[in-house]
């Protein structure tokens, strides 16, 4: 069974730090791009960052460049989002996802985790 299981969301103060993995089984990652999207309360879900198969093309969405770093580690098929410095509007609900082509979209991605919640608070 193909499956991304997300992991490493919490509860955080502003400020802090949190690192958020997303791991595959059933398939390697070899050869996938790989996104973190994300979905607040009550809003549309939006693109934080993406990682090429080779990780040496990532992108990042305006709203968490500098904070965010996207990572990955093909031999322990798992990728990473750390994130820095975190705000109250980086709260959601956060899904990694995986795409054969080398883009990354929404619309592109054929395989989704189920996600994991972050909360920044004090």
């Known amino acids: 069974q193909l499956q991304l299981v997300e992991s490493g969301g919490g509860l955080v103060q502003p400020g802090g730090s949190l690192r958020l993995s997303c791991a595959a089984s059933?398939?390697?990652?070899?050869?996938?791009?790989i996104g973190w999207f994300r979905q607040a309360p009550g809003k549309e879900r939006e693109g934080v960052s993406c990682i090429s198969f080779s990780g040496l093309s990532t992108n990042y969405a305006d709203s968490v460049k500098g904070r965010f770093t996207i990572s990955r580690d093909n031999a322990k098929n798992t990728v990473y989002l750390q994130m820095n410095s975190l705000k109250p509007e980086d709260t959601a609900i956060y899904y990694c996802?995986?795409?054969?082509?080398?883009?990354?979209?929404?619309?592109?991605?054929?395989?989704w985790g189920n996600g994991t919640l972050v909360t920044v608070s004090s």
């Open positions: 059933g398939f390697s990652l070899d050869y996938f791009t």
């Open positions: 996802a995986a795409t054969a082509l080398p883009k990354c979209s929404y619309y592109v991605m054929i395989h």
